[in-house]
């Protein structure tokens, strides 16, 4: 009797684990990656005759609770109608009870892998701050992310910025929870890594620590998220995430292989934003977005006390031009005056 | 900042340094004040000359082009009231003109957005 092969069984794994689209509007095409309770695939629209991406729960007879919660990420979505966040288009159910939803599908590269080719430590920071104003829209309907990180973020083709994975979210305000979130108080989404590849990258994944524990990122999660106080999260939580998400984006290698040095400005911006202390951090991610817009400006920031050296350094970058063309007119004058002297 | 504020400050400031370099000439030095503010309001008509033209045409060689014309005029028309230093006051006065002619089209802002409405 012939066995069979890894790779065949592995095949067979995979098609059984595909779900079964029919009486949907859609048409299964592949498996693009592992969210936060479920698995994202492209699939075909059959209507509209468009590409979407769909989330499905990755396990069929899954209790209500979890499919509740991809339920309640759709509607978090729906909720968030901004250019920076990914558009919910559908929910339905599977004919083997799976709770689904569909959403654009982004064609784009994840931030981490982006970033490598931003060369300029000013299209970094600018990118970043399409980062903070998604942020601030979910903040403002009173939604934290709480999972924010590099490979939840995606470019497009055109520089396009969405903020993707609203699987963690919790909805911060009760009056802006609909009544089914209301019977959610945690707002928490738990879920296990099926796979030892959907785990293996522990910078990567999020952290499940039990029941009724916040999850999320080492290294991009709060002190307060990681040790699991739910009720102590509030916005200055994902502001922690950002200034990580900050320090990743700027410290990164650029394509010639160099990586940005980082100064004593930007510096101070990440170091605030991630103070250990939630009080030290800053209040809003406008108020974030807004040093990080003083800094390409060219102006002080808010967060770092400036040496009268930091200062003139600052203005002769900020008028960097002007200077030159003044200092090239005078030497030019000096030259005029020796000739017309002779 | 926009191409005309641009102009008017960096017209006047190099101006102003045009004018002041008349004090390595003795023969003028004692008009050095009259000279001075002469000449900043020379660099400053030049550069929002070379603002409002910067706004109208998009072009380094053109905006430069009439920069240069602008100081050239400007110095000419100083010059001739002066009855002579022709070069001594064309010359700076051109390159002026130049200069702010230049900056004007590679900087500022060409004009005022219009907020987007809801």
């Not at chain 1, 799976?98 to 599908?105: L, P, S």
């Not at chain 1, 892998?113 to 399409?130: K, M, P, Y």
């Not at chain 2, 070379?50 to 014309?69: C, E, H, M, Q, T």
């Not at chain 2, 100083?78 to 089209?105: K, R």
Request: proline content about 3%; some cysteine; glycine content about 10%.
């Amino acid at each position: 009797m012939k066995s069979l092969s890894d790779k065949a069984i592995e095949r067979l794994r995979a098609g059984a684990d595909e779900p079964d689209l029919a009486g949907t509007r859609y048409h299964l095409l592949e498996r693009v990656a592992r969210g936060g309770m479920g698995v994202v695939y492209s699939a075909e629209d059959e209507k509209l005759e468009r590409r979407v991406a769909l989330k499905v729960l990755d396990v069929p007879g899954t209790d209500n609770d979890l499919a509740n919660r991809l339920m309640r990420e759709a509607r978090v979505l729906a909720r968030l109608e901004h250019p920076g966040i990914v558009p919910v288009h559908d929910v339905g159910t599977l004919a083997d009870g799976r709770v689904f939803y569909t959403m654009k599908f982004v064609e784009g590269q994840r931030l981490d892998n982006f970033i490598e080719a931003v060369e300029s430590v000013q299209d970094r920071l600018r990118l970043f701050l399409r980062i903070c104003e998604a942020v601030a829209f979910a903040h403002a309907r009173g939604v934290l992310h709480r999972d924010l990180k590099p490979a939840n973020i995606m470019v497009g083709p055109f520089g396009e910025v969405l903020v993707m994975d609203w699987g963690l979210a919790k909805i911060l305000h009760a009056e802006a929870a609909s009544a089914d979130c209301a019977s959610d108080p945690q707002a928490t989404i738990l879920e296990k890594p099926k796979r030892q590849d959907d785990a293996s990258d522990s910078t990567k994944s999020s952290v499940i620590t039990g029941h009724g524990t916040v999850m999320g990122t080492p290294g991009y999660m709060s002190p307060e998220q990681a040790r699991g106080e739910i009720g102590a999260l509030d916005t200055r939580s994902d502001i922690f995430s950002l200034g990580a998400l900050l320090r990743f984006i700027l410290t990164q290698k650029a394509p010639s292989g160099i990586a940005p040095r980082l100064d004593r400005s930007l510096e101070a911006i990440c170091a605030k934003a991630t103070a250990e202390q939630r009080d030290s951090r800053y209040a809003t991610v406008q108020d974030l977005g807004q040093d990080v817009s003083r800094y390409l400006d060219g102006l002080a920031v808010g967060a770092h006390r400036e040496s009268i050296f930091e200062k003139t350094a600052r203005f002769y970058r900020r008028y960097r031009f002007f200077i030159l063309l003044i200092l090239a007119y005078l030497a030019m004058r000096v030259i005029l005056l020796l000739v017309l002297k002779r | 900042m926009n191409k005309i504020l641009i102009g008017l400050l960096l017209g006047a400031l190099l101006g102003a340094i045009d004018g002041g370099t008349a004090w390595f000439t003795p023969a003028v030095r004692a008009q050095i004040v009259g000279i001075i503010i002469g000449s900043t309001v020379k660099g400053l008509i030049a550069g929002v000359a070379a603002g409002i033209f910067a706004r109208k045409v998009n072009s380094v060689p053109l905006g430069i082009l009439f920069g240069l014309a602008v100081g050239a005029l400007l110095a000419f028309l100083v010059a001739y009231m002066q009855h002579g230093y022709y070069l001594e006051i064309m010359l700076p006065g051109s390159i002026v003109g130049m200069i702010v002619g230049f900056a004007t089209q590679r900087y500022g802002a060409s004009a005022a957005t219009t907020p987007a409405t809801r």
